[in-house]
């Protein structure tokens, strides 16, 4: 199955089930500007635009980039954020049109090369760009128990196959001052949202006996650890932050 075509069926838990970023994790991005309002952020892989508002929010004109359809039709309305239908490695936007490009959560499905490259075209001179995850932090003991449930019931093992984001950057030319920072971050869920929250999943099961045995084991935990109803995931958000060189060069779309 192509990348753009996992989420497909998953897009309406994806929206409801998925963490948001901490304030800290933002302020990074914004380091130094004077005036978010005068940027343009452009988010790669936007999905349903949990990162695109927040981005938004901060005053800056934002431009998703989300090459699947249900994600995109998932996606609150938001002012100062349009979406566009494309690609990371070909965004069709208009060279040295960006000051910020950023991906939340899906580096990884990209081609790696190609989007960095991409990621060059459309910044201007000296802008950044910045690759940012959620990451279980398993030293948490019902995180480490939902961790175990996703390890079990994985189809696949895209998950272990997540980047180093410093590496990423140092591996291509034309990128400088990478630097990562670490934020702490947690997700508060009720029982329907940890069952969004791992049907959002791509690669763990989402119909049949399989989800049913899914289902059940969540449940397992929830019982185990909610309180008052609820139970709480901890992660750290990372964020991995590189400017472009100020060269300036042209590529064509």
């Known amino acids: 199955m192509k990348a753009m075509e996992r989420f497909s069926n998953r897009a309406e838990d994806y929206a409801v089930g998925r963490p948001s970023y901490p304030k800290r994790a933002l302020d990074v991005l914004f380091e130094g500007t004077a005036d978010p309002a005068a940027m343009v952020v452009v988010d790669l892989g936007a999905g349903t635009g949990i990162s695109s508002r927040l981005l938004a929010e901060r005053g800056a004109q934002v431009i998703a980039v989300e090459p699947n359809a249900s994600m995109r039709a998932n996606a609150q309305p938001c002012p100062r954020l349009r979406w566009i239908d494309a690609t990371a490695e070909a965004t069709t936007l208009p060279s040295v049109c960006a000051d910020l490009v950023t991906s939340f959560q899906a580096f990884h499905w990209f081609s790696h090369e190609a989007a960095l490259d991409e990621m060059l075209r459309i910044l201007?001179?000296?802008?950044?760009?910045?690759?940012?995850?959620?990451?279980?932090?398993?030293?948490?003991?019902?995180?480490?128990?939902?961790?175990e449930?996703?390890?079990?019931?994985?189809?696949?093992?895209?998950?272990?196959?997540?980047?180093?984001?410093?590496?990423?950057?140092?591996?291509?030319?034309?990128?400088?001052?990478?630097?990562?920072?670490?934020?702490?971050?947690?997700?508060?869920?009720?029982?329907?949202?940890l069952r969004a929250r791992a049907r959002s999943t791509s690669y763990?099961?989402?119909?049949?006996?399989?989800?049913?045995?899914?289902?059940?084991?969540?449940?397992?935990?929830?019982?185990?650890?909610?309180?008052?109803?609820?139970?709480?995931?901890?992660?750290?958000?990372?964020?991995?932050?590189?400017?472009?060189?100020?060269s300036g060069a042209i590529r064509p779309v």
């Open 124 to 147: 201007r001179p000296g802008g950044h760009a910045a690759v940012v995850y959620n990451e279980r932090d398993e030293d948490h003991p019902f995180t480490h128990a939902y961790g």
């Open 149 to 193: 449930i996703v390890r079990r019931f994985s189809t696949d093992d895209t998950e272990p196959r997540r980047h180093n984001g410093r590496e990423t950057f140092a591996a291509f030319p034309r990128w400088f001052d990478v630097r990562v920072v670490k934020v702490p971050n947690e997700q508060r869920l009720d029982r329907q949202g």
């Open 204 to 246: 763990l099961p989402h119909e049949g006996t399989a989800l049913e045995r899914l289902d059940a084991e969540l449940d397992r935990i929830f019982e185990q650890c909610n309180t008052s109803g609820l139970v709480t995931m901890r992660m750290h958000t990372s964020v991995t932050f590189a400017q472009s060189d100020a």
